[in-house]
């Protein structure tokens, strides 16, 4: 399947039934679908924390960009209370360096601070999962300690790095080690990576080098 029939693609959005109502969590969201809600007030900018995406748009330029996933949970009142975003690296980024379309980053997942126990984040990221060649992949992502909600949730870094380490293991995602120098920059930070079924054996042992910067000769 190219990028392009990707943007196509149909998944089927899950009803989860929570203490505040039933919430849709829905898949591959076109950028015409995202413009027809609006966010929660919640995401924005607070005294410690400052949400990934404050502006609706930012998710409508991604939706349109080829082999993209943006999954939105949306509350009985048509409010976008959480999303993820699965997107392909930068072109200048070290994990584009594998070569096109092997790697692609969980670059986003948000729930709106009123919303966040009811375990919305884990349906999130099962709809992220249903990327038609995400076993042809390595799905990544990185956390960095200064991006988190420590004031929201009350965690430190620490009980934060935790929580995403039990978040995304379920999916089949584990902790790997990499000299990537922000990734460095604090011993709490994060990267996981899941490797796909259908990823070939040259082409995971060209991942593992590329996690320290090496070029085996």
Same mark, same amino acid.
């Given at each position: 399947?190219?990028?392009?029939?990707?943007?196509?693609?149909?998944?089927?959005?899950?009803?989860?039934?929570?203490?505040?109502?039933?919430?849709?969590?829905?898949?591959?969201?076109?950028?015409?679908?995202?413009?027809?809600?609006?966010?929660?007030?919640?995401?924005?900018?607070?005294?410690?924390?400052?949400?990934?995406?404050?502006?609706?748009?930012?998710?409508?330029?991604?939706?349109?960009?080829?082999?993209?996933?943006?999954?939105?949970? *949306?509350?009985?009142?048509? +409010?976008?209370? #959480? %999303?993820?975003? =699965?997107?392909?690296? /930068? $072109?200048?980024?070290?994990?584009?360096?594998?070569?096109?379309?092997?790697?692609?980053?969980?670059?986003?997942?948000?729930?709106?601070?009123?919303?966040?126990?009811?375990?919305?984040?884990?349906?999130?990221?099962?709809?992220?999962?249903?990327?038609?060649?995400?076993?042809?992949?390595?799905?990544?992502?990185?956390?960095?300690?200064?991006?988190?909600?420590?004031?929201?949730?009350?965690?430190?870094?620490?009980?934060?790095?935790?929580? *995403?380490?039990?978040?995304? +293991?379920?999916? #089949? %995602?584990?902790? =790997?080690?990499?000299? /990537? $120098?922000?990734?460095?920059?604090?011993?709490?930070?994060?990267?996981?990576?899941?490797?796909?079924?259908?990823?070939?054996?040259?082409?995971?042992?060209?991942?593992?080098?590329?996690?320290?910067?090496?070029?085996?000769?």
């Amino acid at each position: 399947m190219s990028n392009q029939g990707i943007n196509n693609f149909i998944s089927e959005p899950e009803i989860v039934e929570t203490e505040k109502g039933l919430v849709s969590v829905a898949a591959f969201c076109t950028s015409d679908i995202i413009h027809c809600y609006r966010f929660d007030d919640q995401f924005g900018t607070h005294a410690q924390y400052k949400s990934i995406y404050t502006k609706r748009q930012t998710l409508e330029n991604i939706a349109e960009k080829p082999g993209t996933n943006v999954v939105l949970a *949306l509350s009985p009142q048509k +409010t976008i209370i #959480g %999303f993820g975003v =699965l997107d392909y690296p /930068e $072109p200048h980024e070290r994990w584009a360096q594998l070569g096109p379309g092997l790697m692609i980053e969980l670059k986003a997942i948000e729930v709106s601070r009123s919303w966040r126990a009811n375990k919305l984040a884990d349906r999130i990221v099962a709809h992220l999962m249903r990327h038609p060649r995400i076993e042809h992949m390595i799905a990544y992502l990185v956390g960095y300690s200064w991006t988190w909600d420590l004031d929201g949730t009350g965690f430190t870094a620490q009980q934060y790095r935790k929580m *995403l380490i039990d978040l995304f +293991t379920p999916h #089949g %995602f584990s902790e =790997l080690q990499t000299n /990537e $120098p922000n990734i460095c920059l604090r011993p709490e930070n994060l990267f996981m990576g899941r490797i796909g079924s259908q990823v070939p054996e040259e082409i995971q042992q060209q991942f593992k080098w590329l996690r320290f910067g090496i070029t085996p000769e």
